[in-house]
């Protein structure tokens, strides 16, 4: 029982305390961004909830949409993340299906600009991200979405979650 208990809350305390050594603003919206040095209880509710988003850092501002789960086994969650000057997207996901997937990522931006990534979705029901090159950002960060559709592999294959960066 504490061994469950040990691999539940070690991703969560992780996805808390963000990068160690990284002395930047708390994460935020990106429509928002913190004006100083913030703590963990700064965040957004969902970057401190979600154990999906380990690794971010504290300098970089992400704007996820809701955590979903599809009936047949995939967990997914999408963000827009920006760094100073660049803007990317990332899916967080897991699949439980048993079966490798096909997987696409989209960045949408300003004037049509889109940017879109073929993620390898293994069948190993371990958590995993995807994401988009970084790109130097036009206009505000709050401009961007991104969306990643999650379906059976094949040119027919069944769609099974849309996940986006928006409620």
């Given amino acids: 029982m504490g061994v469950v208990v040990g691999v539940v809350a070690l991703p969560l305390a992780v996805a808390s305390a963000g990068q160690v050594g990284d002395a930047g603003p708390a994460a935020a919206p990106a429509a928002a961004p913190a004006a100083g040095r913030g703590s963990a209880d700064d965040r957004p509710d969902t970057a401190r909830r979600s154990p999906f988003l380990l690794g971010v850092g504290l300098a970089t501002a992400v704007r996820c949409g809701p955590e979903l789960t599809s009936p047949g086994g995939i967990e997914a969650q999408t963000c827009v993340l920006t760094q100073g000057e ?31 990534m073929r993620c390898v979705t293994g069948a190993d029901d371990e958590p995993a991200t995807c994401e988009t090159p970084r790109e130097h950002r036009r206009g505000g960060p709050d401009a961007y979405t991104a969306v990643t559709e999650f379906a059976e592999r094949g040119a027919e294959g069944a769609l099974l979650l849309r996940s986006g960066s928006s409620s």
């Fill in 86 to 116: 660049d803007t990317w997207a990332r899916t967080y996901y897991r699949n439980a299906t048993g079966e490798s997937l096909d997987s696409v990522l989209s960045l949408m931006g300003p004037g049509g600009r889109s940017v879109q």
